[in-house]
């Protein structure tokens, strides 16, 4: 085709090829993007270290970290260890057991980076979250501008990322979540652009001709090794390294990356290009994704298998347990707890101890069963629990059901600064909650997304409707156990892709001062202005801040927020 349906002439290869980042000053982009995660990171360090206790599941994060830092290992801990912590007392805590734990060990490696820089305190355990928290605006920054070509919508971006509150409170928090969400931004933004490589690799065959250069009956290019392509496979392993729900991402990316190639091929001219690009660019990229995930997800586990011999002597014989219930599969007065493998330890438990190479294998295989007792108590062992801030998938971009991490009640009149009405109190609470006017945009951009992906063809849509649904979807199957709404913190980035995208189909493409073009600035710049204002109404109850009960109210929109 020389022409589009509309009667445009379709550009060369070469020109659609062409990544739209490199039409705008680099250092431009550069500069505006360290700013704005420079700003980030103040917002996000600020008064890091307090409230000065453990805060929501900092309480098993913390200390596993500082276990894996000194002992090599996740030890067992004695019931006063958080008390003793606070108090600045390290030893006496730690038992010589290993821990069960149900999350891979990156993210706790990287806990343990800031506990060893700053020491064991809440500073020390929160300021690598700080840190990840602040490169996830800086990578937005770049991808967003990857994406448009445009450093005014990159920096929308991250200013976005930068004011959403839910990532500011989990940067602010020794969890896993903002890891996750690092990683998978970082392995998402090498892909894009890998797709760019590619393509401009791809121009270079044809503008060079020969047997590699595609056209009607040929193949297309043979590329054999791509950096980017690897490089997203390094994130990909490091993210399911830190949770297991990355590996949906990584399985969707894998398929989307398998269709981009099939359209580059087409573009060249090369017929059938899906089955074509399965066989010359399915199997590279399953070695790069897939391969190199794995390797790389085993090889943090080295700590474990370095001390596999512990976990065989204690913990091969300790598979969750599994409550049955007539009804609904959950324990009442009187069901019996039916235990997995009751009498059964694990094969190497029993097995003399090898060397060499023979050690790593049976290492390795005792990992293989410490991750089926994992699964076990994810898929069956918490289906039966409650917890006061669980929450339905369904509702999670609408902010249905936030979580309390932190909260100190009756504060009275005089203490602390408190100056409330008579017969009233002050509070402090910490509370993981996005911005609502960002994310509330964010969940119709993500449907408008979808129409245009599907009706205009744009691929950008695409890759954030695939990067969002497929870190909720499978959410959505697996709602029997509690589930919290931060787990959305992986979903929010490419929300906000999506938003941004939205916000320059607003804009409009022509940058000539139009009556378009100002109509759209208007509406843009006003609803980034929003997402600040809004963002600085509920700062204080992200950062402990103190509130008199009126304030405090002021802020709780919905009686599920309490």
Same mark, same amino acid.
């Given at each position: ?112 980076? =800031?506990e060893k820089a700053f020491g064991m305190d809440p500073f020390g355990w ?27 919508? =990159? ?178 007065? =009187? ?105 509330w945009a964010g969940a119709l951009a993500l449907a408008y997304a979808v ?112």
């Open positions: 085709m020389s022409r589009t349906a509309a009667g445009d002439v379709v550009p060369p290869a070469r020109e659609r090829f062409r990544p739209l980042a490199r039409l705008e000053d680099p250092i431009v982009g550069w500069t505006a993007a360290v700013a704005i995660a420079v700003l980030a990171f103040v917002l996000r360090v600020w008064h890091l270290g307090t409230p000065r206790e453990f805060e929501f599941d900092e309480t098993y994060y913390a200390k596993d970290a500082w276990s894996m830092l000194n002992h090599g290992y996740v030890r067992g801990y004695v019931d006063s260890a958080n008390d003793r912590i606070l108090d600045g007392r390290t030893t006496g805590i730690w038992q010589r057991d290993p821990s069960m734990v149900v999350h891979p060990e990156v993210g706790k490696w990287l806990i343990a980076l =800031g929160r300021i690598a979250a700080c840190v990840a928290g602040s490169l996830m605006v800086l990578v937005m920054c770049r991808l967003a501008r990857r994406l448009t070509g445009s450093t005014l919508l =990159g920096c929308v971006a991250g200013l976005l990322l930068c004011f959403d509150g839910m990532m500011l409170v989990l940067s602010r928090l020794a969890l896993l979540d903002i890891f996750l969400a690092l990683f998978l931004l970082l392995a998402a933004s090498c892909l894009v652009a890998d797709r760019d490589w590619t393509r401009r690799r791809f121009a270079d065959r044809v503008d060079a001709g020969g047997v590699d250069a595609g056209g009607i009956g040929g193949w297309g290019p043979r590329l054999w090794f791509r950096p980017w392509l690897l490089t997203a496979g390094i994130w990909f392993g490091l993210a399911c390294g830190t949770k297991w729900s990355a590996a949906y991402a990584l399985a969707a990316f894998g398929v989307l990356v398998l269709f981009w190639n099939a359209g580059a091929r087409r573009s060249i001219g090369v017929r059938w290009p899906l089955p074509k690009a399965t066989v010359l660019d399915g199997v590279p990229a399953f070695l790069h994704l897939v391969v190199v995930a794995l390797v790389v997800y085993v090889a943090s586990w080295t700590g474990w298998l370095v001390h596999a011999h512990e976990y065989e002597q204690h913990l091969s014989s300790t598979q969750y347990t599994r409550f049955v219930s007539a009804e609904d599969g959950c324990t009442k007065k =009187g069901d019996v707890i039916v235990k997995l493998d009751d009498d059964k330890r694990w094969p190497t438990a029993t097995e003399p101890d090898a060397s060499g190479p023979g050690e790593l294998v049976q290492s390795l295989r005792s990992l293989w069963y410490y991750h089926h007792d994992v699964y076990e108590f994810h898929t069956h062992f918490l289906n039966c629990s409650k917890h006061i801030y669980q929450s339905d998938p369904g509702g999670w971009l609408l902010l249905s059901r936030p979580v309390g991490v932190n909260v100190e009640n009756d504060i009275k009149p005089g203490s602390q600064g408190c100056q409330a009405p008579d017969g009233s109190n002050c509070l402090r609470e910490v509370l993981l909650i996005g911005t609502p006017v960002l994310w129409v245009a992906w599907v009706l205009r063809r744009d691929w950008r849509f695409g890759f954030a409707v695939v990067g969002a649904l497929s870190m909720w979807l499978p959410w959505q199957l697996n709602d029997q156990r509690p589930i919290f709404s931060f787990y959305a913190s992986s979903i929010l980035p490419f929300t906000i892709l999506a938003l941004t995208l939205t916000l320059g189909q607003i804009l409009g493409p022509d940058r000539s001062p139009t009556p378009r073009r100002t109509i759209g600035t208007i509406i843009a710049g006003s609803f980034v202005v929003l997402v600040i204002l809004n963002f600085a109404w509920f700062w204080p109850i992200w950062t402990n801040g103190l509130l008199t009960k009126s304030e405090w109210f002021d802020r709780i929109w919905f009686s599920r927020w309490v």
